[in-house]
T-cell receptor
Framework: GAVVSQHPSRVICKSGTSVKIECRSLDFQATTMFWYRQFPKQSLMLMATSNEGSKATYEQGVEKDKFLINHASLTLSTLTVTSAHPEDSSFYIC???????????FGSGTRLTVV | ELKVEQNPLFLSMQEGKNYTIYCNYSTTSDRLYWYRQDPGKSLESLFVLLSNGAVKQEGRLMASLDTKARLSTLHITAAVHDLSATYFCAVVTNNNDMRFGAGTRLTVKP
């Protein structure tokens, strides 16, 4: 089946530094990828939709200058958390849609801890 | 804006009992999904419901969809401890992105 590979699975960084999270579609082309954030014991909240070759679409309240999204190829989307702060600590999950009906394959998630 | 309401948020069950989780959504959608999430893990797809009246079953779980009522249910039959997890319903918007319910944290006790 369709697989989305997400790395790293865990990252601890110092406050003020930047962290890059990668999501790759392994056996299909993903023109669109979705980035979610999940705080402990909460639901998944859509942060942004990345589109290959064009600018990402951010949800209301998500700072586009802080959460940089790049979707330079049909198999790779990256989320960079810039100048991370402890409140950015969360579980970040990407997803893509291999086909319209059954899609929405999810990456394994990245646990970000900012200290 | 599409809103997805899920209830209950917390559910503690005895093994062997039955229960239903409900998922209401606010605007028309032609796709509804149910996912399971174990602590610290990503999402595991359970069901995809694509049409009014759709019913799908896998083991002790059965999901249904009523698009007219904008309601989906996830029914648990004769619960076992292994079903303990958080269950999410999710609906696809007109923009083709997915919006999630708040999740139901299920605990099955012996």
């Amino acid at each position: 089946g369709a697989v989305v590979s997400q790395h790293p699975s865990r990252v601890i960084c110092k406050s003020g530094t930047s962290v890059k999270i990668e999501c790759r579609s392994l056996d299909f082309q993903a023109t669109t990828m979705f980035w979610y954030r999940q705080f402990p014991k909460q639901s998944l909240m859509l942060m942004a939709t990345s589109n290959e070759g064009s600018k990402a679409t951010y949800e209301q309240g998500v700072e586009k200058d802080k959460f940089l999204i790049n979707h330079a190829s049909l198999t790779l989307s990256t989320l960079t958390v810039t100048s991370a702060h402890p409140e950015d600590s969360s579980f970040y999950i990407c997803s893509a849609q291999p086909d319209r009906v059954y899609g929405y394959t999810f990456g394994s998630g990245t646990r970000l801890t900012v200290v | 804006e599409l809103k997805v309401e899920q209830n209950p948020l917390f559910l503690s069950m005895q093994e062997g009992k039955n229960y239903t989780i409900y998922c209401n959504y606010s605007t028309t959608s032609d796709r509804l999904y149910w996912y399971r999430q174990d602590p610290g893990k990503s999402l595991e797809s359970l069901f995809v419901l694509l049409s009014n009246g759709a019913v799908k079953q896998e083991g002790r779980l059965m999901a249904s969809l009523d698009t007219k009522a904008r309601l989906s249910t996830l029914h648990i039959t004769a619960a076992v401890h292994d079903l303990s997890a958080t269950y999410f319903c999710a609906v696809v918007t007109n923009n083709n992105d997915m919006r999630f319910g708040a999740g139901t944290r299920l605990t099955v006790k012996p």
